[in-house]
T-cell receptor, first 114, second 115 residues
């Protein structure tokens, strides 16, 4: 079974609008962390936001927020007020702390239209 | 700022050649990782290391080996390159497993073509 599932291979959003990128995960480890990374066309992976499995509040970092629904095992990334520079690949990732395993999703390519 | 440096951005090699991909980090991180990235497959872990001379296999270690003689340097070795190893290779480093929010910091990647 897939550990990290990103069902949207590609998405378009209008500049200044909000967009949600979906991520679901599968784990039996009670202790895990969820990460979102951005990969522009230059290739370098940039860390955006982190959510721990025991965190009570949804994580936020500037225009990025993580909609963490533990019972549904989903960790969607919300980008508010999209900018042209947000056009990139976005990867959801999970770290299982007890099993010491790491997993990345297949990514979502976001295009922001002017 | 954390800096993870991969020795080459682009590399072209012949089938059967021994290939070395080098990665250096400057933040004294214990953990280092090698991934390969292919379209539609995301990142797949090849090997990781949590200390000098220590290594663990990831999900796709076949055809690869690694070396970590110094804390800051983690090398990926393709013993006999094959065309199916043509890919983007990403190196990353992070703080130890026992600490939460152990963000992985990535290098710029090496795009390897095996002809």
């Amino acid at each position: 079974a897939q550990k990290i599932t990103q069902t949207q291979p590609g998405m378009f959003v209008q500049e200044k609008e909000a967009v949600t990128l979906d991520c679901t995960y599968d784990t039996s480890d009670p202790s895990y962390g969820l990460f979102w990374y951005k990969q522009p066309s230059s290739g370098e992976m940039i860390f955006l936001i982190y959510q721990g499995s025991y965190d009570q509040q949804n994580a936020t970092e500037g225009r990025y927020s993580l909609n963490f629904q533990k019972a549904r095992k989903s960790a969607n990334l919300v980008i508010s007020a999209s900018q042209l520079g947000d056009s990139a690949m976005y990867f959801c990732a999970m770290r299982e702390y007890n099993f010491n395993k790491f997993y990345f999703g297949s990514g979502t390519k976001l295009n922001v239209k002017p | 700022d954390v800096k993870v440096t991969q020795s080459s951005r682009y590399l072209v090699k012949r089938t059967g050649e021994k290939v070395f991909l080098e990665c250096v980090q400057d933040m004294d991180h214990e953990n280092m990782f090698w991934y390969r990235q292919d379209p539609g497959l995301g990142l797949r872990l090849i090997y990781f290391s949590y200390d000098v001379k220590m290594k663990e296999k990831g999900d796709i270690p076949e055809g690869y080996s690694v070396s970590r003689e110094k804390k800051e340097r983690f090398s990926l070795i393709l013993e006999s390159a094959s065309t199916n190893q043509t890919s983007m290779y990403l190196c990353a480093s992070s703080i130890p497993r026992g600490l939460a929010k152990n963000i992985q910091y990535f290098g710029a990647g090496t795009r390897l073509s095996v002809l």
